[in-house]
């Protein structure tokens, strides 16, 4: 599992635990909240109505039936009162009287009940032992929606206990509010733990987003890409980042190092050998057109070697530049134009004809310098290869984004054995004029600036005979 998953998933079980202990608790305990807001009204009205029938009772004039005649009136009240979501239509409070042995004197949902001795009940036993009496009790033992809530009120006469009066109250639109109150509280629960996901994500990602991008760029590094190094800001990332610049620069420069110098002394091997052996003969007597020949062949020789100097200094310069290109806007018809211009010589020494592209009004972001030394390299190479009064043709090919420049010419084309090894320094093959090859830094090169644009170089053979060079590059129209 990548780290940002980690994170989020982490963060989100914390977030799932920690709201998850609150809100249970709060659901468990609501059940007794709504209890407790209902008993309380209850007790004032038991005590109201306690009084009412005290009074009556002290006076001689209490009578069940006058009672049961005030209820059926009230339980035939028509009702419509809008309760939040409950439409209640209907009176459901039950009141019932005993006297101060817990006979029912009267009770408003039962007519032929008076008499019964209800003394065991609860409410009315504490009530009548002057402590305060309430009891909950189901209609349905297994419908725990079915309870009724009792609570009773001593009836007084002087000081003395003459009655309990009773009031009962059925739970079942608690319920109702109940539920209503859990689903509100279970979405409101969800909707936090969703918005608190959605942070948690976005966390998530922007802890592992240097991560990511530094992973990015290793993995192109080990593609042979050289991209821009990251920014990863001051962070521990950041410090992480830099630590693994550090090295990578290290590694790099002691490999490239190595390999220069193994590179370097392999090329440098044929020439040294060849002057020093000239310098020795130069020490014999010998004739001056010899002696000419081989002074001629000391300063062939270190001028070969000045160049693959000069050639490797440029390209290991190219190789370890970590900063970004400084591009601008090549105008093609002006970059043409010069390389053409400065071509002209070889041209006409070697009686090449040379076919240059229509003009174009094209554009591309590039570095200018870099650009043109590698098609100048590209020219070079057709120009070395084409026969004596050959052809050679610029090309230039548009595609959405990108633009190459082709270059055809007519010479013998790239041999079997040599297709793999084209790119590398310091591979080169013989001129077919003059037999003799140059420094093989040159198609590196080419390779190397196109890297740095994003592009890329293709050589092959052409079916007719000959090779096409290709160098593919990002582009702006204007």
Known sequence: MKLGSRIFCCNLLLLSLCLYYPVSQYIGTLRTRYLEGVEDPLVDQANILAE??????????????????????????????????????????????????????????????????????????????????????????????????HVSAPIHEKQNIIGVLTVAKPTGNIWYFLRQAKLQIIGTALFTLAVAALFSFLLARWLAGPIRKLTRYAQDIANGRHPPRPKLGNSDIGIMGNAFYHMQDALEGKHYVEQYIQNLTHEMKSPLSAIR???????????????????????????RMQQVIDRMLELSSLENRKEPLQTETVAIQSLLNNLIESAQPILEQKQLRLIAPPRREDTVQADL?????????????????????????????????????????????IPDFAGERIFEKFYSLERPETGKKSTGLGLSFVRQVARLHNGQVILKNRLQGGTCAQLSLPIAIF
């Not at 504490?126 to 309430?134: C, F, I, Q």
């Not at 052996?277 to 001028?303: C, D, H, V, Y």
């Not at 590209?378 to 990108?402: C, H, K, Q, V, W």
Request: proline share 4%.
């Open 52 to 149: 009412y029938a005290g009074r009556e009772m002290a006076a001689g004039n209490f009578s069940s039936q006058q009672w049961h005649n005030w209820f059926d009136k009230v339980y035939h009240r028509k009702l419509r009162a809008k309760i939040y979501s409950l439409t209640k239509t209907r009176v459901d409070l039950r009141v019932y009287i005993t006297d101060a042995k817990g006979k029912l004197l009267f009770d408003s949902s039962r007519k032929d009940a008076l008499g019964s001795d209800y003394v065991l009940w609860r409410n009315v036993q504490r009530t009548l032992l002057g402590e305060y009496g309430a009891r909950t009790t189901r209609m349905d033992r297994l419908d725990e929606t079915s309870s009724v809530l």
């Open 277 to 303: 052996g000239a310098a020795e003969l130069l020490t014999e007597p010998m004739p001056p057109e010899q002696q000419k020949r081989f002074l001629a062949n000391i300063r062939e020789e270190s001028l």
């Open 369 to 413: 310098f870099l650009l043109n030394r590698a098609l100048n390299n590209l020219l070079t190479n057709a120009m070395d290869f084409s026969p004596t009064g050959g052809t050679i043709e610029i090309r230039l090919e548009t595609f959405p984004g990108s633009i190459t420049f082709v270059f055809l010419d007519q010479g013998p084309g």
